[in-house]
């Protein structure tokens, strides 16, 4: 293989690196349905943490709460290939979500999204904050550092902020990162399907 076509595979990849990304990190749609789609599996929900938040937390928030808030830290897995797609914290504040949904969210059975697309509920999505971070600053919703459940990389991670608004109220905030190497993981799946069992690249 030349230079130049190794180049143009780089700069290839590249492109599509991008792509991917930057359609991840503008749209204000299910992004859980892009990485299925992308990863040509079902993804799967781990919740990591779940609890009330405490009064410093509820501070730092700026608003006199009547009804609790509660911290949800969650990481969708590829069913099929069991890696880390995405490590994601969530802000949800009971007051503004229907009875039904929060008891489903307290009882950590499936992600945010699926849950109110399981409900039928009506309601919109503003993306506030996105771009990359190194991984040693990864942060949480009350920038606190985060450790994330994918292996570390000398790429800068992606990350989406976007509150889930029912009717006029942010009823959810949400924080997504996602794995920087999806796309390579995906390309490296996809030459090992066309090549058989006796050329397989490892994943990880």
Known sequence: ????????????FDFLHRLVFNILLITDGRTTDILETLMDETMSLQVVRQEQIN????????EDLDAPYYVRESILIGAKSQLVISHN????????????MFEAIAAKQEGIGKTISTFGLQTSRKVVDSGWRKDTETVDLFYKPLKLRFS???SKVPY????????THPGIYLLEYFNPNIVL??????????HGA????PLN
Do not use: H, W
């Not at 293989?1 to 780089?10: G, L």
């Not at 914290?89 to 039904?100: E, F, Q, W």
């Not at 006796?198 to 690249?201: N, R, V």
């Open 89 to 100: 914290i969530a802000l949800v504040c009971s007051k503004y979500l229907p009875s039904l």
């Open 185 to 194: 993981l995906r390309l490296k799946q996809l030459r090992n399907e066309s």
């Open 152 to 154: 570390p990389t000398k």
């Open 55 to 62: 009064d410093e937390q509820t501070a730092q928030l700026g």
């Open 198 to 201: 006796d050329d397989q690249i």
């Open 1 to 12: 293989m030349t230079r130049k076509e190794i180049k143009d595979i780089d700069s290839g």
């Open 160 to 167: 989406k902020k976007y509150s889930i608004d029912f009717g």
